[in-house]
């Protein structure tokens, strides 16, 4: 036993050193940052829209990001008493590598000119996002890939979480500035067809068990953990909004949609789990669900009663689904969901994309004003009517969900 445990931990040493030198050689070859010049004299080649942003660029907002990325998801990890603080430390060395991965990858896609990488600013927090969708992905397979596997899955899903979002973004024009479908859903999903590939059929009872147990130390990860979310995740649904009047609507909607599903979230739990008050990890569920179901949504006419309606039905689905999908997912399908990713991200991800869909046809001039322009461009212009934009928006959801689930697959 101690032979094999000291060849894993000489494996995850080697794979990391190797990782290392690898993104080391591949930025000094490539990365560099972004010229001083104007925008004006941005070489027309290069896609200046995310050097234009740094301009924009405030640094609260990125040590928003980065916080919730690195203390958010990774203390939401963290609600299993058996693996608690190991997932916390395997998700800062997940983080570590995968920001170092995502720049050199979206650099290959979105800022690269005469054979280098121009970076700046927003390319980090494009790479805290891509980051963020490989986080939820290991909360599907929590517990039953070791730290080896879980890089693996990293290095294979930010290039797939990057395509995608290249895609999505800019080659079909879709507008998904907090990530409904681009991490949420990406994320759950691609995570939850890894989990399928390496189900474990003769894996006993008492093992799962002790998979879901959950102690006082848990709890506090998840106080803490929730705490982190209500705080900064309104910067996280915000971040790539960066014209100054465009932001309140994102944090406002967000702000209303987490209340909503709160407050839907100890409507529901005492009468599906006879308890008086929810748990901690329920909370912090729900907290969730309400802000993934504003990312496409968020920026948008929503108006603050359709931000608490859109929260409180994300607060009402993720305990149903822990109640009663996630059994059927796993003796029908297959599939072990350790963390709940399907409820938490996967379907208010998809809800917040029909929403984002349906406000789309709300998107003229008269209703947006100057906003219309930002979130939708082509809109604006005239090269594209308000039902072609909605229903790009929606034939994103069946494109993501085709390379989650064949990402997921070839990584697993």
């Known amino acids: 036993m101690s032979e094999h445990t000291a060849a894993s931990r000489l494996r995850l040493s080697g794979l990391c050193f190797l990782f290392q030198i690898l993104n080391v050689l591949l930025f000094a070859v490539f990365v560099r940052y972004s010229p001083e010049s104007s925008p004006g004299r941005c070489p027309p080649q290069l896609n200046c829209s995310r050097r234009n942003q740094d301009s924009a660029f405030q640094h609260p907002r990125f040590q ?102 290249y895609i999505l973004l800019s080659l079909m024009g879709v507008s998904d500035s907090g990530h409904s479908l681009t991490v949420h859903t990406f994320g759950a999903y691609f995570g939850l067809m890894v989990s399928r590939i390496l189900h474990q059929p003769y894996m006993d009872k008492r093992k799962r068990e002790e998979q879901q147990d959950t102690g006082h130390q848990p709890d506090i990860f998840a106080v803490v953990g929730t705490i982190y979310l209500w705080i900064f995740w309104p910067s996280f649904t915000s971040a790539t909004n960066v014209h100054d009047n465009a932001e309140p609507w994102a944090v406002l909607n967000t702000y209303f949609s987490l209340v909503a599903s709160t407050v839907a979230t100890f409507i529901l739990s005492p009468v599906l789990y006879e308890e008086s008050t929810p748990r901690m990890v329920q909370i912090q569920d729900a907290t969730l669900a309400g802000m993934a179901v504003m990312g496409m949504a968020g920026e948008m006419l929503v108006t603050p009663f359709g931000a608490l309606i859109a929260g409180f039905l994300a607060g009402l689905i993720s305990p149903l689904g822990f109640r009663f999908f996630t059994p059927v997912l796993h003796s029908r399908l297959k599939i072990q969901d350790t963390c709940g990713v399907h409820n938490v991200h996967g379907l208010p991800g998809i809800l917040g994309a029909l929403l984002g869909t349906l406000l789309t046809l709300l998107a003229t001039a008269d209703t947006y004003g100057d906003r219309l322009e930002l979130l939708f461009p082509l809109v604006a212009q005239g090269s594209r009517t308000v039902t072609d934009q909605a229903l790009i928006q929606l034939s994103a959801l069946p494109l993501t969900l085709l390379l989650a689930t064949l990402g997921g697959c070839l990584t697993g």
């Open 64 to 165: 928003d990001v980065h916080i919730q990325v690195l203390l958010g998801f990774g203390l939401l990890l963290a609600f299993l008493g058996r693996y608690g603080p190991g997932s916390v430390a395997i998700s800062i060395l997940i983080v570590a590598f995968a920001i170092q991965w995502a720049v050199l990858i979206q650099g290959f896609f979105y800022s690269f000119f005469n054979g280098k990488i121009y970076v700046g600013a927003q390319s980090m927090v494009s790479a805290d996002f891509c980051t963020a969708a490989v986080l939820i992905s290991t909360g599907a397979v929590l517990g039953r890939v070791n730290p080896v596997q879980m890089l693996l899955l990293a290095l294979l899903e930010v290039i797939l979480c990057t395509l995608n979002e």
